[in-house]
Structures are given as structure tokens and as C-alpha cells.
């Protein structure tokens, strides 16, 4: 894999992290049902087409945790600014730890993947 390539995988799986989120956002909409299960299954479709993407540029486990970190975050912060929800300090302690642990994983010397593109 060329280090050009690397960002946008980055940029895959944090899409992909985002639309889990806005997947389980949508769910707590006051729209009419059906909608709310059509936006579910919008976001859900879109999200495995995001991952799928990344992980054809980054290895698995920078893949997974990049989407984790990003739905994590963006579901909390959510929560917090659209539905009043509390957030504990030590909710913001892990989400420190996540993205300081996200950080670390992207510069490890994880096995670079040749693009098959």
C-alpha cells in the first residue's frame, strides 16, 4: 500500500463510524416508524459499504477500531447535544483513552496492505 492511499482509508472507516452513530441517532427521531426504519437501514447499508472500503486500505484492526472510535464518540456527543443524555467524566476518560489508543494504532507498524486497485 502507498502511503497516499492510508488517509483515505482512514477516511472510509470514520464515515463508516459516523453512520453507525447516525444509525442509532435516527432510532430516537420522533418520525413515524417506518421512517425510522428506513433511515436504520440507510445508515446500516451505507456504513458496511464505508467499512468494506477501509478495509481495502488499512488492516483489519485499524479498520474496526477507527469505526468503533468514531460511532463511540459521535453516538455519545450526540446523545449529549441533541437529547440532553449526561456524560459522566469518566465517559470522557475513555473516549480520551479510545482516541489516544486509535492514534497509536495508525502509526504501529501494522503490516501494510498492497492495494489491489
Known amino acids: 500500500m502507498d502511503e497516499a492511499s492510508n488517509p483515505r482509508g482512514y477516511?472510509?472507516?470514520v464515515s463508516a463510524g459516523f453512520n453507525a452513530a447516525l444509525a442509532a441517532i435516527s432510532t430516537k427521531l420522533s418520525l413515524h416508524q417506518f421512517i425510522r426504519y428506513g433511515l436504520v437501514l440507510l445508515f446500516n447499508v451505507t456504513m458496511w459499504g464505508?467499512?468494506?472500503n477501509s478495509l481495502?486500505?488499512?488492516s483489519s484492526l485499524q479498520a474496526t477500531v477507527t469505526n468503533f472510535a468514531t460511532n463511540f464518540i459521535s453516538s455519545g456527543l450526540a446523545g449529549f447535544f441533541l437529547f440532553h443524555e449526561p456524560l459522566s467524566f469518566q465517559w470522557f476518560a475513555?473516549?480520551?483513552l479510545i482516541?489516544?489508543?486509535v492514534v497509536i494504532l495508525s502509526n504501529s507498524s501494522v503490516e501494510k496492505k498492497v492495494s489491489t486497485d
Request: glycine residues 14%; aromatic residues 14%; proline residues 0%.
Open 50 to 52: 464505508c467499512y468494506v
Open 56 to 58: 481495502k486500505a488499512l
Open 94 to 96: 475513555g473516549a480520551l
Open 11 to 13: 477516511a472510509w472507516a
Open 99 to 101: 482516541i489516544i489508543g
